[in-house]
């Protein structure tokens, strides 16, 4: 039984700035998984930090946890137009991620936000959380045990109607979401080719969840559409942290070494998700038996 002195004390290292970015995320990732209030108090107080990527990571936490006490400070962050988009969308979705009719008028509010990602993000989450309103549930064998934005596609569908779905921009953006999510719950290489042709897509946030999905599945195939991304320094930084994270968590030697050239990169967002990365990388290559419960979405 974890104590409360044990959880302020974890809390502690997360809203330390004097501790490594890795020690403040294993922190972070320990109170997502113990829950409760007192893990979110300590959670939510990481908001007033300086780091994007914590926040961000803060944010999809919380949604994660699926614990209403959560949906007052979700609801702050996304209102806050001085924190930066990825943390505001990380918030949206993770109203979503909640997914109780509470959130709707929130979600409903900042759907038209000005900031397309956040307004995108709202959107999806609001679709989610009325599917799920409307008395339908999730059951789709998830092997990665994540809570995301949408559920997959309803009914067999093969690789090829899948695709088409997914890559369909006149489809809403949860449509092609639950396409992607059907594809990636195949694990085949014809369905990862298929979801990595997704980080060519006109939407950023379309492309952060794809760099996310494709760091779920863990499969080298997607390596070099994730280095193309990544190293693009004109693509959107939500979008090169999230394929940062993915490489971090495939972890093969050329993962290792395509990080450790952006580990010192200009964009401070994606230069702490490569040192966040190269740690996911010791771990995934090491006895150890895994990083933390859901740190590669980090991909959100």
């Given at each position: 039984m974890v104590t409360q002195e044990q959880i302020k004390s974890i809390g502690a290292v997360l809203n330390s700035k004097d501790r490594p970015l890795k020690e403040r995320f294993r922190a972070l990732f320990t109170l997502k998984n113990l829950g409760g209030a007192e893990a979110i108090e300590e959670i939510s107080r990481g908001f007033a930090d300086d780091s994007a990527l914590l926040k961000h990571e803060l944010a999809y936490c919380l949604g994660q946890m699926q614990d209403r006490k959560a949906i007052n400070v979700l609801t702050k962050v996304l209102a806050d137009t001085t924190q930066e988009p990825m943390v505001r969308h990380e918030a949206g979705e993770?109203?979503?991620?909640?997914?109780?009719?509470?959130?709707?008028?929130?979600?409903?509010?900042?759907?038209?936000?000005?900031?397309?990602?956040?307004?995108?993000?709202?959107?999806?989450?609001?679709?989610?959380?009325?599917?799920?309103?409307?008395?339908?549930?999730?059951?789709?064998?998830?092997?990665?045990?994540?809570?995301?934005?949408?559920?997959?596609?309803?009914?067999?569908?093969?690789?090829?109607?899948?695709?088409?779905?997914?890559?369909?921009?006149?489809?809403?953006?949860f449509e092609r979401y639950r396409a992607m999510f059907s594809l990636r719950?195949?694990?085949?290489?014809?369905?990862?080719?298929?979801?990595?042709?997704?980080?060519?897509?006109?939407?950023?946030?379309?492309?952060?969840?794809?760099?996310?999905?494709?760091?779920?599945?863990?499969?080298?195939?997607?390596?070099?559409?994730?280095?193309?991304?990544?190293?693009?320094?004109?693509?959107?930084?939500?979008?090169?942290?999230?394929?940062?994270?993915?490489?971090?968590?495939?972890?093969?030697?050329?993962?290792?070494?395509?990080?450790?050239?952006?580990?010192?990169?200009?964009?401070?967002?994606?230069?702490?998700?490569?040192?966040?990365?190269?740690?996911?990388?010791e771990y995934e290559n090491s006895p150890e038996f895994q990083y933390a419960d859901g740190l590669n979405k980090i991909c959100s």
């Amino acid at each position: 039984m974890v104590t409360q002195e044990q959880i302020k004390s974890i809390g502690a290292v997360l809203n330390s700035k004097d501790r490594p970015l890795k020690e403040r995320f294993r922190a972070l990732f320990t109170l997502k998984n113990l829950g409760g209030a007192e893990a979110i108090e300590e959670i939510s107080r990481g908001f007033a930090d300086d780091s994007a990527l914590l926040k961000h990571e803060l944010a999809y936490c919380l949604g994660q946890m699926q614990d209403r006490k959560a949906i007052n400070v979700l609801t702050k962050v996304l209102a806050d137009t001085t924190q930066e988009p990825m943390v505001r969308h990380e918030a949206g979705e993770a109203l979503g991620a909640i997914g109780v009719p509470d959130v709707i008028p929130i979600l409903e509010q900042y759907k038209e936000d000005p900031i397309v990602e956040v307004a995108e993000t709202c959107s999806i989450a609001l679709d989610r959380v009325r599917w799920i309103q409307s008395g339908q549930q999730v059951d789709d064998n998830n092997p990665y045990a994540s809570v995301d934005p949408s559920p997959p596609a309803a009914g067999m569908k093969t690789v090829n109607e899948l695709k088409a779905i997914y890559l369909n921009p006149k489809k809403s953006l949860f449509e092609r979401y639950r396409a992607m999510f059907s594809l990636r719950n195949l694990r085949t290489t014809e369905s990862v080719l298929a979801i990595a042709e997704g980080l060519k897509d006109s939407s950023a946030l379309f492309r952060h969840e794809v760099a996310f999905v494709l760091g779920q599945i863990q499969e080298p195939c997607s390596i070099p559409y994730l280095k193309n991304n990544l190293e693009d320094q004109n693509e959107n930084e939500m979008v090169r942290h999230e394929c940062a994270e993915a490489l971090g968590a495939i972890a093969t030697e050329e993962c290792i070494a395509i990080l450790n050239r952006y580990a010192e990169d200009d964009q401070r967002v994606v230069k702490e998700s490569c040192e966040i990365a190269l740690d996911m990388c010791e771990y995934e290559n090491s006895p150890e038996f895994q990083y933390a419960d859901g740190l590669n979405k980090i991909c959100s």
